[in-house]
């Protein structure tokens, strides 16, 4: 399973910046830019955080399966 997440398009939309969502997560814009050029995997801290950042949202709203190029829920 390829979990991948929505989460960076999430915070373009609301106009923030790597440092706001670094902020928001309660994790450092290093390991923030490192998961988005895919040089380290989705962690529990990292969901942690974005159900932090992003509470208004559900699970499958911020990961998605990629595996074999089709987006499909996780079963959490």
Do not use: H
């Not at 290093?30 to 699970?59: C, S, T």
Request: aromatic content about 12%; charged content about 25%.
């Amino acid at each position: 399973m390829a979990i991948r997440t929505r989460v960076f398009r999430i915070a373009e939309q609301r106009d923030w910046t790597m440092k706001q969502l670094s902020l928001a997560m309660g994790l450092t814009t290093g390991a923030l830019y490192q998961v988005a050029r895919g040089d380290r995997g989705i962690g529990a801290k990292f969901i942690q955080g974005a159900r932090r950042a992003f509470p208004e949202y559900n699970l499958d709203d911020l990961f998605y399966d990629d595996e074999g190029g089709c987006q499909r829920p996780i079963c959490w």
